[in-house]
Each structure stands twice: as C-alpha cells, then as structure tokens.
C-alpha cells in the first residue's frame, strides 16, 4: 500500500515536472519567435524615403472565456468549451521619443479606412491560433509588423506635413523611454469548476420564481483567465497570467407608472477560488434580497418633486459613486495633440476631464485623502480585485498618494506623458490607463457612525426646515446596467441608457426629521459631480470594499480597450449638499398579459 | 431603399461543439399556451392581433477553422448567445387585416430596421415556465410595436395618393401540419455523448483533415491567407401560428470552405475560394479530392499573380456553369422576389413581362426548394417548409423565355394572391421573398468546344482580338431601387482572355462584369450543354439564407467589364522570415 503510494505521488510528480517543462519550452518558443522577428525588423525593416521604426511591441493573448446564464432556473447560455482564443497586438512607433507618429488624428485614414492597409492585413487584435509554434508565430508576427509599419511611417509623413501649418504650443514627449524589465508568472490560473458554478447560476436565477412582480431576472458568471505575453524592442519582456471572475444575479420590474424599477448582486474576483467567494447559501440570500428590495421598491411612494438638500450614501454606495463619478478623472487623457479632421465635442463632466489641469489643485475636502495601492494583496481579509505586479508597458506600478488632504498631486498615467506629468506611474491595464486599488483615508474627527451620520444629516434638515433627508444604500454600476443580458437589455431599451454622471439606484430612502425611512422611487441621482465631492462633511467609520470592474474610455476617438478589475475601498459619506431630480419622463406602459408565473 | 446582396462563401472564423435535442414536448406545450394566451387576452384591446405565429429555432452548430495548418478557435455571437447552441424565437404578431396591418409600406419613411422581427433568445433547457415568460415579455413587445406601426401606416395611407398595388398586406392560407423527428446520426460514439437525437462529427478527425489541408498553404510564403473552415450545423425548427398551422422538423448541413489569398506587385489582393455543400459528412468528398482541389488552387493563385490585368472592353464572352449561375442568381433572382414589386421604392423591373419574353425561348429559370440533389450533387437551396409555415413549391418563374410567375412568400402582389412557398429569413429577420434553388435550363445546348468557336466567331465579327471567358466568380450585387442605376456588379475570380488568332488562352486578373438585366438577358445566344452548380448563402434585407445556382454555360454576344478597385498596399517589405521549402 505504501509503496503505491509512493509510486502514485512520483507519478504526479513527474506529470506535474513534464507539465511545467513543456509549458516552459512553449513559452519559451513564443518569446524567441517574438524576439527574432522583433530583432529582424529593428533591422531591416524599412521603406525607400522613410524612417526606420525606433520602437516595436509585441502583445499576444491567450484567453479562453467561461459564459453560464439561466433564468428562473433555466439555462439561457451555456459557454464552458474551456477553447483558448489568441489574439496578436502589434505596436510599431517610427520618428523618435520626442516626436512619433502617433497622438496625430486624421480623418481620412481613420474615417474611411486605412490609406496604407486597406489590404485588411490586421496588426491589431489579430486572431492567430492558440497552438503556437515557431514558424507559425513568425510568419503572423512578420506580416502584422509590416502591415503596423507601412502605416506608422505613412502616418509621421502625414503627421509632419500637417505640423507645417500648426503653430505648436504643447511640445510634451510622445513616449517616454523606461527602463527595461523582465519576469515571468508561474502561478497557475484556477480551474473553472463548470459543475459547481452551474448549479449555483440556476439556483440563484430560481429565486426570481417566487416573485411573479419581477418580468425579467437571470443570474449569471463570467470567468477570463489568460495569457500575455509580451515583447519590446527595448528589452522589456514578461510573461503575465490575469483572470477575473464576475458573478451576478439582477432583476427588473415595471411599478405601476410604468417605472423600471430593478436590483443586482454583483461579486468580482481574480479568480473562481477566491477566498471570498460567496457561497451558495449567500448568493441565494442575497438574491432574495435583492428580490424582496425589487418589490418593496415598486410599491414605493414615488417623489413629489426634485429634492435639494444633504445626501448620505452608504459605504457601499459611495464606493460605486467613487468609481463612476469621479475616479475616473483621475487618469491622465491623453488627446491626439494634432487633429486634421474631427474634433469630439463632449462636457469635461462627462468625458472625464475635470482635473486634468487641476494638479496642486483641492478636489476633496481637506480631511479626505485618497491612495492607489496596486500592489496591496487584500483589506481587512478581503481579496483587492485591483491588485497587479506589473502593468501593461511591463512597468513595476508605484503606490500612489494621489489626493492628499484634499490637494491633488498627481495623474494615472503610462508610457504617454502629457505637460503636467511626464513619467508612466505604471497604470497601463487592458489598453488603457486605469487606477487598481483605491482607498479614500478620512482624518477620524470627521469620521463617524451610521447611527450618528443619520443624526447630523436630521440636524442638517432641521436647519433647513426640510421634511427629511435622502439616504442611498446602494447604487448600481453602469456596467450591471448596459451591455448583453444586463439591466438596460432586460427593460428592452425602454430605460433611459445610463450616460453622464446620473446614478441608477432603487434603493433610495427618506429619512424623516422624526427618524422614519420610508423608500421612494422616481428620482435621479443627477449632479454628482466630481466637484460636488468637495461638499462631502462627514463620513462613516467602517470602511467597505467594493470589487467591481472599471470602464475604460478614451480621448482617443479609436482604442480597444476593455474593462479592468479594479477595488474601490471607502466609508459612507454625507454631502451636505445633493439633488435627487424628479424624472419627468413618460414611462412604457406596463404589460397588458399578466405574468405567466402567476398562473402557474 | 438600396439593395445590396452578396453571395459569398460564408466564411466567419468560430468553433462549437454541436450537441442536440430533440424536439422538445415541453417548448411546444409553453410556445402554444402562450399563443392561445396572447391571442385571447389582446383581442380584448381596442387593436387586437390577427395573427400570430411563434418561429423557435434551435441551432446547434460546430465550426472548425484552420489557418496555415493550426487550428483557429474564434467564438462567433450572433444575438444575445453565443452560436454553440442557441434557441431563438421569432414573432409575427400582425394588428389590422388581412387586407391591411402594421406590415403595410410607410412610403416615404427611412425605416432601416422596419423589417426586423420581435426575436429572442430563449432558454436552451426545457422549463416550461422559463420559456412562457420569455415568450410573454417578446410577446408584448411584438404587440405594441405592431399596434404603432399600424397606427402610422393607417395615416400614412390616408396622407399618399392611391397606391400601384392595393394587393392584401397578407395572404390567406390553409394551415399546414407537419412533423419530422431527427434521426440520429453518429459518426463516432464518443462524440455522441449518448444523445439521442446528436448531429455530432467527429471533431478530432475533422480537425486533424482542415489542419492538414491549410497546412499545404504554408510552402507558399506568397500566400498571405490559407484557411479551412468546416460548419456542421443542426437546426430543429418548430412554427406554429394562431391559423391553426403546426411544424416541426430537422435541418442538417455541412460545409467546407477553403479560403486562399495572393497578391500581385501591383498591390491587388487575388483570393479564391472553393466551397463543399453537404446535408451529412457523408456527402462530402474526401480528403484526397480536397487536397488535390488545394494543389489546383495554389497553381492557380501562382499564375494569377504574375498574370496580366486586364482592362475596359465590351464584346462576347462565356461564362462557365457555376458563374452563369451566380450571375443569374445576382440579375434575374432578385428581380422576381415578389414582395419588391409592391414596395414603390423598387424599380419592378419585370412587373410588365408577364406572359411576355424576357429570356431567349430556349431558356427557363425554376426555383425548386423541393430538390435535394442535382446531377447528384447536394444543394443547400433544399427546404420542406419555409419560414412562414408554407411548403416550399417547385415554382417555373421563366418557361421557354416567357416570365411566368414570382416567387412568393405570405405578402401578396397584384395577380399573384398567395405564397409558393418561398417567404424566408434568419433569425431576427421578417421573412420576405426569396431565392431557394435556382436552376436554369436550356434546349440550345451547344458542347463546349462549340461555344468556343462561337465565341471567336462572335469576336472577329465585332472586330475584337479576344473574346472573355468567365470561369469563377464569387458573388457580387445588384441595385433595384428607382433612384439608383438599375445595374449589377458581378466580381469574377478567373477570367481568361480567349484569342481570335489561336494564341493560347491568357489568364487576366483585375476586372468586374457589369451591366444591366435587360440588356444583358437579350445577348444570350447560347448554352452549353455541361451544368455547373454554386452552393452559397445568399444575403439581403431578410437576413442570410442558403441557396443555390445551377446554369450550363452561356455564351453571351456582348459583354462589359470594368476595372475593379485594387488594393494600394505594397507586398511584405521583408522577406518571410522562415523558408518554408527549407524551414
């Protein structure tokens, strides 16, 4: 017996051992594809009367995607092939550090089609095989460099001759140049337990059928595990393993004025194994939960008229106001710098750019600071969703005081420097710049409870002989909101489509001078703006972790991006000032057949 | 409202594994309750349906593609799920009469998405209660948009001058019972799964067969694309509507693509394709025959790279089976889809031919959905029912050059009240006219030697050096909106450049044969007496459906071609990196 033993474990050994090899001789395969072919075309690659290209990078994605929705305990998709997908990025920069060709906009390469690769031949989100070998790797790494190349140099030509009539004011760097790094991630992505996620997406979508007032519910999960790896011209090489598990379970109903009302768990993580994965008794109970506030919400009194006066988001709410409404301000935009064609029109508010010249500036009360920590594991026991050792650019990202009492010091920001901050802090995620951790830190005189923020917020009311105060206790994210088999598909398009700076919440309450909660629905959460923020008086002592994803946007008119994990930790706050705008809207009207469900 | 269709080799790089139910008890049980339902709850409105039909589709398809000998997994979503399997409904819920209701044309009105259907995924297990709510949400919107669009058409009508064709919005039609289980076909017990109604394919092996064939690809490294694409897909299809109709059956097909592009020194991208039709693997041709179709159409490219482009002429030409039949499907199919000639922003090219010659009498065009093989051949234009609950008729449209009839599906036009069985669409689509098998004949063959001579006959006659020989084409488009050219574009693949003065046949490159129908219809002079057959999907206003071309030869006196664009882009800078003779 023993020695079965024995001989058991050293065969799982030795499969584990080969396992490991082979992998590592793959992976090494890969990167000696990458580094001959980028070596080749440092060298050799140029065309008659145009410059050589002084920067090259290569970026291949192994991903695979495990998909599982049901409704009303129902199957509705079923994705869990467990296929790997590959997808190559190829990034040639010709001209220098100091002037490339790229921030340059031109509307008749970009608008219709490429000038230079109107072969289709692609060089950005390439689809190449999963089974990589040498030669294969080669050959698409040879014809997506060509094809980036033929259209970087074209585009400095294009982007010098335009220059000739600028008279230019902002001369910042288009790259700056960073040290080299190296490293390679060993650690395993976790197994996606197709069984046990089954079973706990069907059962969280049967609630919903106990609660024939709710017409369209589902549950869902989503993990991405993957690959990248990655190459540059300037030595930087890694190998990086990332994932990020979604699960969530949402429900819409239609009050009898015709208002969708709706409500959503939502847990991310890094991964399917997370220690904080919530179990199958918690994910029913808080589907019922939001089931129950689904309907306590649609016999809600509606509001009277658009309320001004003190706000109280809870801990949870205010971490999803954080992270819609004014994190992403945060972040460095870097615009095309020369625009021959089209110029995108938006607010400042709604694009996100606010304090993109505000540095040194106040942008929160004196007492709130704030902290990106994208290198802290986990808070108070809980897995950060933000967490990286390494950004995109290969850079080793630094923790960041990035509002300090109140003054902001500086920008997320990567290898694209603009006139304010001039050195990448490592933010590169996804394709885009992102925070990863953020954590709001209050001076503990301005911290307080629950029980006794609810009390100056009455005291706030009194003072200005409002009836009640307003209390969010929750908010939900856009992106539980748009996109396939979320909220704003559910509703059938008949919902307003989240945009600006409004929040979704149906979890809003009055609170009466006497201390009676009563909820409301019919209001929007408008005018949260980031420089409202600085109205903040008074915040809660216990603060909450919020694991959620972060979507990217650009200044660019083209980028493909997508969104990044990211944890936002901060307590309730209470504005002394805030709007709850009574919707005016005409509503659909509500079903004329009853829900089958009902009859059943 | 342009008209722009495109048959093409469909050729959407995506990978599933097909596993199949069979046709559920308990999705029919929930999609009649609510039928019965809807209908007798709304009838209570002010604007009460009547009609309504359920389409459920339930699609299990399996896509392999292989590029260059490695194996390419690219997942494909077509609505809300992703293609692996899906079940989706489609509703026709209809608010006025017969005579009159919210399908009826809003002249004048921009309305890019008028013809999309209410359609939604469902939930791929059988629950009942699941279903049934899908269904009532779908259900209910179906009936507000059709009591607002009745609404408009109704002030619509009242606003415009008198119509051309007062035709019904909707034909009255018997209803129809059917049902077809699938019979289970294993090609390996391990895939099976033990399913009981699986249309699986061995997935090891096909893969090991696509990889293999793309692999030959890779000696070349001219060829900048090489790929196999192999789609196996089932389909079981149940129809019922509140006339009392009730369908259900399977559909099965499997398709091979192989897909090869070169480019000249010139910059002008050069690709070919080659497309293998099938109801079952059984039906496809073997490896071997496809490697050595792969050999032919790697020599071919070769050729085509260095071959001589060829410019702007008019004069006879002949065009092979296969690409006389595309060329008919693009020019005479999509002028007789019947519902066009009701919609006055179409241009009716053959509303006045009725009973009067379009064609030389020696020619006739039938449709025949019924036809599941020609010259033992498959054709994917096969069909029992099409996507309104009619059986698919075997329809004459062209007897001895006399333009007979339309080919029709539920919305009816002047002189031609009822469908034949050719209303179809996909998924999220309404269902309209169109295109099923399309099969020319001719009692003027000529071998085809014999129109070769006739050809250089023709070319001295008109003082030519050359007549064109058209030996594949890969689709192309056709306008028929009145405010547009009434014109086709047919995009040739191998074009030969055949001498008056006995010079061998060159291959030419760079050119698109235009024109329009009715001109061109008159210069056909002859047919060969061979049958070539093209199997593709055909794409317009109703989505993409599977169709097929069968024609001879034609020799046609007098053609024009035109320079197509090219691409401005130089060959590959460096050289490919890794010798492919000797890696």
């Given at each position: 017996?023993?020695?079965?033993?024995?001989?058991?474990?050293?065969l799982?050994?030795?499969?584990?051992?080969?396992?490991?090899?082979?992998?590592?001789?793959?992976?090494?395969?890969?990167?000696?594809?990458?580094?001959?072919?980028?070596?080749?075309?440092?060298?050799?690659?140029?065309?008659?009367?145009?410059?050589?290209?002084?920067?090259?990078?290569?970026?291949?994605?192994?991903?695979?995607?495990?998909?599982?929705?049901?409704?009303?305990?129902?199957?509705?998709?079923?994705?869990?092939?467990?296929?790997?997908?590959?997808?190559?990025?190829?990034?040639?920069?010709?001209g220098?550090?100091?002037?490339?060709?790229?921030?340059?906009?031109?509307?008749?390469?970009?608008?219709?089609?490429?000038?230079?690769?109107?072969?289709?031949?692609?060089?950005?989100?390439?689809?190449?095989?999963?089974?990589?070998?040498?030669?294969?790797?080669?050959?698409?790494?040879?014809?997506?460099?060509?094809?980036?190349?033929?259209?970087?140099?074209?585009?400095?030509?294009?982007?010098e001759?335009?220059?000739?009539?600028?008279?230019?004011?902002?001369?910042?760097?288009?790259?700056?140049?960073?040290?080299?790094?190296?490293?390679?991630?060993?650690?395993?992505?976790?197994e996606?337990?197709?069984?046990?996620?089954?079973?706990?997406?069907?059962?969280?979508?049967?609630?919903?059928?106990?609660?024939?007032?709710?017409t369209?519910?589902?549950?869902?999960?989503?993990?991405?595990?993957?690959?990248?790896?990655?190459?540059?011209?300037?030595?930087?090489e890694?190998?990086?393993?990332?994932?990020?598990?979604?699960?969530?379970?949402?429900?819409?109903?239609?009050?009898?004025?015709?208002?969708?009302?709706?409500?959503?768990?939502?847990?991310?993580?890094?991964?399917?194994?997370?220690?904080?994965?919530?179990?199958?008794?918690?994910?029913?109970?808080?589907?019922?939960?939001?089931?129950?506030?689904?309907?306590?919400?649609?016999?809600a009194?509606?509001?009277?008229?658009t309320?001004?006066?003190?706000i109280?988001?809870?801990?949870?709410?205010?971490?999803?106001?954080?992270?819609?409404?004014?994190?992403?301000?945060?972040?460095?935009?870097?615009?095309?710098?020369?625009?021959?064609?089209?110029?995108?029109?938006?607010?400042?508010?709604?694009?996100?750019?606010?304090?993109?010249?505000?540095?040194?500036?106040r942008?929160l009360?004196?007492?709130?600071?704030?902290?990106?920590?994208?290198?802290?594991?986990?808070?108070?026991?809980?897995?950060?969703?933000?967490?990286?050792?390494?950004?995109?650019?290969?850079?080793?990202?630094?923790?960041?005081?990035?509002?300090?009492?109140?003054?902001?010091?500086?920008?997320f920001?990567?290898?694209?420097?603009?006139?304010?901050?001039?050195?990448?802090?490592?933010?590169?995620?996804?394709?885009?710049?992102?925070?990863?951790?953020?954590?709001?830190e209050?001076?503990?005189?301005?911290?307080?409870?629950?029980?006794?923020?609810k009390?100056?917020?009455?005291?706030?009311c009194?003072?200005?002989?409002?009836?009640?105060?307003?209390?969010?206790?929750?908010?939900?994210?856009?992106?539980?909101?748009?996109?396939?088999?979320?909220?704003?598909?559910?509703?059938?398009?008949?919902?307003?489509?989240?945009?600006?700076?409004?929040?979704?919440?149906?979890s809003?309450?009055?609170?009466?001078?006497?201390?009676?909660?009563?909820?409301?629905?019919?209001?929007?959460?408008?005018?949260?703006?980031?420089?409202?923020?600085?109205?903040?008086?008074?915040?809660?002592?216990?603060?909450?972790?919020?694991?959620?994803?972060?979507?990217?946007?650009?200044?660019?008119?083209?980028?493909?991006?997508?969104?990044n994990?990211?944890?936002?930790?901060?307590?309730?706050?209470?504005?002394?000032?805030?709007?709850?705008?009574l919707?005016?809207?005409?509503?659909?009207?509500?079903?004329?057949?009853?829900?089958?469900?009902?009859?059943? | 409202?342009?008209?722009i269709?495109?048959?093409?080799?469909?050729?959407?790089?995506?990978?599933?594994?097909?596993?199949?139910?069979?046709?559920?008890?308990?999705?029919?049980?929930?999609?009649?309750?609510?039928?019965?339902?809807?209908?007798?709850?709304?009838?209570?409105?002010?604007?009460?349906?009547?009609?309504?039909?359920?389409?459920?589709?339930e699609?299990?398809?399996?896509?392999?593609t292989?590029?260059?000998?490695?194996?390419?997994?690219?997942?494909?979503?077509?609505?809300l799920?992703?293609?692996?399997?899906?079940?989706?409904?489609?509703?026709?819920?209809?608010?006025?009469?017969?005579?009159?209701?919210?399908?009826?044309?809003?002249?004048?009105?921009?309305d890019?998405?008028?013809?999309?259907?209410?359609?939604?995924?469902?939930?791929?297990?059988?629950?009942?209660?699941?279903?049934?709510?899908?269904l009532?949400?779908?259900?209910?919107?179906?009936?507000?948009?059709?009591?607002?669009?009745?609404?408009?058409?109704?002030?619509?009508?009242?606003?415009?001058?008198a119509?051309?064709?007062?035709?019904?919005?909707?034909?009255?039609?018997l209803p129809?019972?059917y049902?077809?289980?699938?019979?289970?076909?294993?090609?390996?017990?391990?895939?099976?799964?033990?399913?009981?109604?699986?249309?699986?394919?061995?997935?090891?092996?096909?893969?090991?067969?696509?990889?293999?064939?793309?692999?030959?690809?890779?000696?070349?490294?001219?060829?900048?694309?090489?790929?196999?694409?192999?789609?196996?897909?089932?389909?079981?299809?149940?129809?019922?509507?509140?006339?009392?109709?009730?369908?259900?059956?399977?559909?099965?097909?499997?398709?091979?693509?192989i897909?090869?592009?070169?480019?000249?020194?010139?910059?002008?991208?050069?690709?070919?394709?080659?497309?293998?039709?099938?109801?079952?693997?059984?039906?496809?041709?073997?490896?071997?025959?496809?490697?050595?179709?792969?050999?032919?159409?790697?020599?071919?490219?070769?050729?085509?790279r260095?071959?001589?482009?060829?410019?702007?002429?008019?004069?006879?030409?002949?065009?092979?089976?296969?690409?006389?039949?595309?060329?008919?499907?693009?020019?005479?199919?999509?002028?007789?889809?019947?519902?066009?000639?009701?919609?006055?922003?179409?241009?009716?090219t053959?509303?006045?031919?009725v009973g009067?010659k379009?064609?030389?009498?020696?020619?006739?065009?039938?449709?025949?959905?019924?036809?599941?093989?020609?010259?033992?051949?498959?054709?994917?234009?096969?069909?029992?029912?099409?996507?309104?609950?009619q059986?698919?008729?075997?329809?004459?449209?062209?007897?001895?050059?006399?333009?007979?009839?339309?080919?029709?599906?539920?919305?009816?036009?002047?002189?031609?009240?009822?469908?034949?069985?050719?209303?179809?669409?996909?998924?999220?689509?309404?269902?309209?006219?169109r295109?099923?098998?399309?099969?020319?004949?001719?009692?003027?063959?000529?071998?085809?030697?014999?129109?070769?001579n006739?050809?250089?006959e023709?070319?001295?006659?008109q003082?030519?050096?050359?007549?064109?020989?058209?030996?594949?084409?890969?689709?192309?488009?056709?306008?028929?909106?009145?405010?547009?050219?009434?014109?086709?574009?047919?995009?040739?693949?191998?074009?030969?450049?055949?001498?008056?003065?006995?010079?061998?046949?060159?291959?030419?490159?760079?050119v698109?044969?235009?024109?329009?129908?009715?001109?061109?219809?008159?210069?056909?002079?002859?047919?060969?007496?061979?049958?070539?057959?093209?199997?593709?999907?055909?794409?317009?206003?109703?989505?993409?459906?599977?169709?097929?071309?069968?024609?001879?030869?034609?020799?046609?006196?007098?053609?024009?071609?035109?320079?197509?664009?090219?691409?401005?882009?130089?060959?590959?800078?460096?050289?490919?990196?890794?010798?492919?003779i000797?890696?």
């Amino acid at each position: 017996m023993k020695n079965k033993m024995i001989i058991t474990l050293a065969l799982i050994a030795f499969f584990a051992l080969a396992s490991d090899m082979l992998a590592s001789s793959k992976n090494e395969e890969i990167m000696r594809a990458m580094r001959d072919e980028i070596n080749r075309s440092m060298k050799e690659l140029k065309l008659e009367k145009l410059e050589k290209p002084y920067f090259i990078e290569y970026k291949l994605k192994i991903s695979t995607e495990y998909n599982i929705v049901s409704t009303l305990g129902a199957i509705v998709n079923k994705d869990v092939s467990g296929l790997k997908t590959a997808r190559l990025d190829v990034q040639v920069r010709v001209g220098n550090y100091k002037f490339d060709n790229t921030g340059f906009f031109d509307i008749t390469s970009n608008f219709f089609g490429s000038t230079t690769n109107d072969d289709n031949e692609s060089y950005s989100n390439r689809v190449v095989s999963a089974d990589i070998d040498y030669n294969y790797l080669r050959r698409e790494l040879w014809l997506a460099t060509d094809a980036a190349y033929k259209e970087a140099a074209e585009t400095l030509s294009k982007k010098e001759a335009t220059i000739k009539n600028f008279i230019r004011r902002d001369t910042t760097w288009s790259f700056t140049e960073v040290p080299a790094t190296k490293y390679v991630d060993t650690f395993q992505l976790d197994e996606f337990n197709v069984e046990k996620f089954t079973d706990l997406v069907v059962e969280a979508s049967k609630v919903f059928v106990n609660y024939p007032e709710i017409t369209n519910s589902n549950a869902k999960i989503q993990y991405n595990p993957e690959i990248i790896y990655y190459m540059n011209s300037e030595g930087t090489e890694y190998i990086k393993h990332q994932s990020s598990v979604n699960f969530n379970a949402m429900g819409v109903g239609q009050s009898q004025n015709g208002m969708h009302v709706f409500d959503a768990y939502s847990f991310v993580a890094n991964n399917p194994n997370d220690k904080n994965f919530p179990t199958k008794k918690t994910v029913i109970e808080e589907t019922k939960n939001i089931a129950n506030n689904i309907k306590t919400m649609l016999e809600a009194e509606t509001l009277e008229e658009t309320y001004n006066g003190p706000i109280l988001f809870s801990n949870e709410a205010a971490c999803v106001l954080i992270a819609q409404n004014f994190a992403n301000n945060l972040i460095a935009q870097q615009e095309d710098r020369i625009n021959r064609g089209v110029t995108l029109i938006t607010s400042d508010e709604n694009s996100y750019k606010l304090f993109q010249t505000k540095i040194g500036g106040r942008v929160l009360p004196t007492f709130i600071s704030m902290k990106d920590l994208p290198l802290t594991k986990e808070f108070q026991g809980i897995n950060l969703a933000g967490t990286y050792k390494f950004d995109d650019d290969g850079i080793k990202p630094e923790e960041l005081l990035i509002i300090d009492k109140g003054y902001l010091k500086t920008l997320f920001i990567d290898r694209i420097p603009i006139k304010r901050v001039r050195q990448s802090n490592g933010r590169k995620r996804n394709s885009s710049t992102c925070y990863s951790n953020l954590k709001m830190e209050v001076e503990k005189k301005y911290q307080t409870s629950d029980k006794k923020l609810k009390e100056e917020m009455i005291k706030l009311c009194k003072a200005r002989e409002l009836p009640y105060g307003i209390i969010v206790k929750k908010v939900i994210s856009n992106d539980l909101i748009t996109g396939s088999n979320n909220i704003y598909a559910m509703t059938k398009g008949k919902m307003a489509y989240p945009r600006g700076t409004t929040l979704h919440s149906f979890s809003i309450y009055k609170l009466y001078t006497d201390g009676r909660e009563e909820p409301v629905i019919g209001g929007a959460l408008a005018g949260f703006v980031p420089n409202l923020f600085k109205e903040i008086i008074k915040t809660g002592d216990e603060l909450y972790v919020l694991n959620t994803f972060s979507t990217p946007f650009s200044a660019s008119l083209f980028s493909a991006s997508r969104a990044n994990p990211v944890s936002i930790i901060a307590p309730a706050l209470l504005f002394e000032e805030g709007e709850l705008r009574l919707i005016e809207t005409d509503y659909q009207k509500t079903s004329i057949l009853s829900n089958p469900l009902l009859n059943k | 409202m342009k008209l722009i269709k495109i048959l093409v080799l469909s050729l959407v790089f995506t990978l599933s594994i097909s596993l199949a139910y069979g046709q559920s008890e308990v999705l029919k049980s929930a999609v009649k309750t609510e039928l019965d339902r809807s209908m007798r709850e709304f009838s209570k409105e002010e604007k009460a349906p009547y009609f309504l039909s359920y389409y459920v589709t339930e699609t299990m398809e399996n896509r392999l593609t292989a590029s260059f000998g490695k194996l390419i997994n690219v997942r494909r979503y077509s609505g809300l799920t992703t293609d692996q399997h899906t079940r989706i409904v489609d509703i026709d819920l209809r608010v006025g009469s017969y005579d009159f209701d919210n399908t009826h044309v809003i002249r004048g009105a921009y309305d890019p998405f008028g013809r999309l259907s209410v359609s939604s995924s469902l939930p791929i297990e059988d629950d009942e209660n699941a279903i049934r709510v899908a269904l009532w949400n779908n259900t209910e919107k179906a009936y507000r948009d059709a009591a607002e669009k009745f609404e408009k058409a109704v002030s619509n009508k009242a606003v415009k001058v008198a119509e051309e064709d007062s035709s019904a919005d909707f034909s009255k039609e018997l209803p129809n019972k059917y049902r077809e289980d699938f019979k289970k076909r294993y090609y390996s017990e391990v895939e099976a799964r033990g399913d009981v109604n699986a249309f699986v394919i061995d997935t090891a092996k096909w893969n090991a067969i696509i990889c293999r064939l793309s692999d030959k690809f890779n000696k070349y490294p001219w060829i900048f694309d090489g790929s196999v694409t192999l789609n196996s897909t089932l389909k079981n299809k149940y129809y019922v509507n509140s006339e009392g109709s009730e369908i259900s059956f399977p559909e099965t097909y499997v398709r091979i693509m192989i897909s090869a592009k070169t480019k000249a020194e010139d910059g002008m991208s050069l690709p070919l394709y080659k497309d293998y039709f099938a109801f079952s693997c059984d039906g496809l041709p073997s490896e071997e025959l496809m490697a050595q179709d792969i050999d032919k159409m790697i020599d071919l490219l070769d050729r085509l790279r260095t071959a001589e482009t060829a410019t702007t002429f008019t004069g006879p030409a002949i065009l092979s089976g296969e690409a006389s039949g595309v060329f008919f499907h693009e020019i005479f199919g999509h002028r007789v889809e019947g519902h066009r000639e009701k919609d006055p922003a179409f241009s009716h090219t053959f509303k006045e031919f009725v009973g009067k010659k379009i064609l030389p009498e020696f020619m006739s065009v039938t449709f025949d959905p019924s036809m599941k093989e020609i010259n033992g051949r498959e054709i994917s234009g096969y069909y029992k029912y099409d996507d309104e609950g009619q059986k698919g008729e075997r329809v004459e449209t062209v007897k001895d050059g006399i333009f007979q009839t339309y080919i029709m599906s539920r919305s009816p036009i002047k002189g031609f009240p009822n469908s034949n069985g050719h209303g179809r669409r996909s998924s999220g689509h309404s269902a309209v006219a169109r295109q099923s098998n399309l099969i020319v004949s001719s009692t003027n063959q000529k071998t085809i030697s014999e129109l070769r001579n006739m050809l250089i006959e023709e070319a001295k006659k008109q003082g030519k050096e050359y007549g064109l020989f058209f030996d594949r084409v890969t689709g192309g488009f056709t306008l028929i909106d009145r405010s547009m050219p009434n014109s086709f574009n047919v995009t040739p693949l191998v074009v030969y450049k055949i001498y008056v003065d006995g010079r061998p046949d060159e291959l030419v490159r760079g050119v698109d044969l235009i024109g329009t129908p009715l001109t061109t219809f008159e210069k056909i002079t002859a047919t060969g007496d061979d049958l070539g057959i093209f199997n593709g999907m055909c794409g317009a206003e109703s989505g993409w459906v599977p169709v097929s071309a069968s024609s001879p030869s034609l020799f046609v006196s007098t053609i024009e071609v035109q320079k197509k664009s090219k691409s401005q882009t130089k060959l590959p800078i460096l050289p490919a990196p890794v010798n492919p003779i000797n890696p």
